[in-house]
């Protein structure tokens, strides 16, 4: 494994999970930010581009179902799990712009191992391929 380890931005209005994800992700070798709301997290992005975010959902202001949105549009390198304790099971709930889903009942392990596979870095072929069906996906297209 190479030594220099996934950015990952952490965004969740809870500030308890804020701070504990976080330490965690950091002892696993993470470098590792955290935002409060959909907003935060954009501001966050446009500074220094994740490699990984981690969003819960159901948020005040800017949703975690809007920041994501935005973030497919936007910034389509960045790899997604979204999570919440309002949805259940491992499959990513219908309507939701991630490649993985986290319920929040499940622990910590099970985040860790989203993000190991999350980390892995993408092929340059799967990138453009990425990139190129976010231009062309309905949403993009209808924003545009």
């Known amino acids: 494994m190479s030594e220099q380890r996934a950015r990952l931005l952490v965004v969740d209005d809870d500030a308890d999970l804020r701070t504990t994800l976080p330490m965690i992700l950091t002892g696993a070798g993470y470098r590792v930010r955290s935002a409060e709301d959909g907003f935060s997290a954009l501001a966050q992005i446009r500074s220094e581009t994740p490699d990984i975010l981690i969003s819960d959902l159901n948020m005040p202001g800017m949703s975690g179902f809007e920041l994501l949105s935005v973030v497919r549009r936007r910034f389509p390198s960045i ?22 889903f986290h319920e929040k009942a499940t622990g910590v392990p099970a985040l860790l191992s989203l993000v190991e596979r999350l980390a892995i870095p993408r092929s340059p072929q799967h990138r453009s391929m990425a990139a190129r069906n976010s231009l062309t996906s309905p949403t993009a297209i209808s924003s545009s």
Request: cysteine-free; overall charge negative; charged content about 25%.
């Open 79 to 100: 790899r997604v799990i979204a999570m919440s304790s309002a949805f259940s099971g491992h499959d990513v709930p219908v309507g939701v712009d991630a490649e993985e």
